[in-house]
């Protein structure tokens, strides 16, 4: 029942299942903030390996002064590695689903989860477009099932959208709000709708920055440098894509454009990036060149 479901207070222990880029920052953020994080990848080795990314992560933090020595060890000291989702769940209060953008992966992890996790676990999926409702249908409790959308990279940037769908307990939202400022976010609540609010407005941008380019209006420096100076954006629409990754705006715009309408279909310059394997920062070269996560032009 909903009145069953943990509140922002007794969440204490949370099962992060992915561990890329969104999954690793998401649980380096919740150990920060004294949490308990189960890092959950069907291959534990992965899942070794991405403590040892945050560990790195946390090496880094210490040398700017941004963390002390002792709050990263205590930090490190709650992350434990998982190699299958109902031994991260089973004793988790909170599942944050941190897996590529795919519906019918997630809604089997969301089945598999929900079946190994206590009643009254929030679940929360990271999707930046994805169907909250269509996720929630593949367990038996949708009320449970909220959207916690956090934003690259996790440490730094202070958003995270909680999206409600139809069925979602007012306990369920209550508690991803909490939990969100737990955590040191701010959170907005929106409603489970195509691209929500940060992805709709984003891609809608990004698309048309993307047009501009292949039309030859600008180049992407100055194209970004006209939102930095002109409108305060603190980053440009074709950095952010590099940053997020190309195919993943594909993605993203290939899904809007099929539920919202052909205002959201993406360039064919953004496809053919793909295809050539220009990804952005992740591959080291997208509309500008990148290494180690820095850009180098």
Same mark, same amino acid.
């Given at each position: ?46 899942? !070794?390996?991405?403590? !040892? ?7 880094? $933090?210490?040398?700017?002064? *941004?963390?002390?020595? !002792? ?6 000291g709650r992350l434990a590695a998982a190699g299958?989702? $109902? ?56 009320? *449970? ?25 007012? !306990? ?9 400022? *737990? ?31 292949e039309e030859e209006v600008a180049s992407p ?27 993943? *705006? ?17 360039? $064919?310059?953004?496809?053919?990036m793909v295809e050539e394997g220009r990804l ?18």
């Amino acid at each position: 029942m909903a009145s069953a479901i943990r509140s922002a207070p007794e969440i204490q222990s949370i099962a992060v299942i992915g561990t890329g880029t969104m999954g690793r920052g998401i649980a380096q953020v919740a150990a920060q903030r004294g949490m308990r994080v189960a890092v959950c990848d069907v291959d534990r080795a992965a899942a !070794e390996r991405a403590i !040892e990314k945050i560990r790195g992560s946390l090496d880094r $933090a210490v040398a700017r002064g *941004r963390v002390s020595g !002792e709050e990263r060890e205590a930090a490190l000291g709650r992350l434990a590695a998982a190699g299958e989702v $109902a031994a991260a769940a089973g004793g988790a209060d909170l599942v944050i689903e941190a897996v590529p953008e795919d519906l019918e992966l997630k809604r089997r992890i969301f089945a598999a989860a929900a079946a190994a996790a206590p009643a009254g676990a929030l679940m929360a999926s990271n999707t930046s477009s994805l169907s909250i409702a269509a996720i929630a249908s593949a367990v038996p409790a949708p009320e *449970r099932v909220v959207g916690m959308h956090f934003f690259n990279p996790v440490p730094a940037m202070k958003l995270c959208e909680v999206v409600h769908h139809a069925g979602s307990a007012p !306990e369920a939202v209550a508690a991803a709000r909490g939990v969100a400022e *737990r955590m040191g976010k701010t959170p907005i609540v929106v409603r489970d709708a195509p691209g929500f609010a940060s992805s709709r407005l984003g891609i809608a941008l990004g698309m048309e920055a993307i047009r501009m380019v292949e039309e030859e209006v600008a180049s992407p420096a100055d194209i970004d440098t006209a939102m930095k100076l002109g409108y305060g954006h603190p980053m440009g629409p074709l950095e952010l894509t590099d940053l997020v990754g190309l195919d993943v *705006r594909l993605a993203i715009a290939e899904y809007l454009s099929g539920t919202l309408g052909e205002r959201f279909t993406p360039p $064919a310059l953004l496809g053919r990036m793909v295809e050539e394997g220009r990804l952005g920062a992740k591959s080291g070269q997208g509309f500008y060149r990148w290494k180690d996560g820095k850009r180098v032009d």
